[in-house]
């Protein structure tokens, strides 16, 4: 079994910070990429941002220069540093992990966090 875990979530004023994290656990072998996703209230789950297990990045055009995605692999863990925050960000925030469970896997397979709420608010 896997588990991905969210935290860091709250409500922070316009302007603000705050630092999200995603823990894997579990029967993992290696996780390919990591990411964070975004749902708001009456819209798609969009991409935020996404890294490779070498590091490479991509983001949201919405959210370029704010925010910073980085992972640990050796904790199985994603980090979302977010600046300036805006009332737009305001959000669950899902991360995501493709993870491969055992060396002998054919394939690897996406696992989702429950969730964490962002709120940006004044």
């Known amino acids: 079994q896997v588990q991905v875990v969210e935290s860091g979530g709250g409500l922070v004023q316009p302007g603000g910070s705050l630092r999200l994290s995603c823990a894997a656990s579990?029967?993992?072998?290696?996780?390919?990429?990591m990411g964070w996703y975004r749902q708001a209230p009456g819209k798609q789950r969009e991409l935020v941002a996404a890294i490779t297990r070498g590091g490479s990045t991509n983001y949201a055009d919405s959210v370029k220069g704010r925010f910073t995605i980085s992972r640990d692999n050796a904790k199985n863990t994603v980090y979302l540093q977010m600046n300036s925050l805006k009332p737009e960000d305001t959000a669950v925030y899902y991360c995501n992990a493709d993870i491969l469970q055992t060396s002998w896997a054919r394939k690897s397979r996406d696992y989702w966090g429950q969730g964490t709420q962002v709120t940006v608010s004044s």
């Open positions: 579990g029967s993992i072998f290696s996780i390919y990429g």
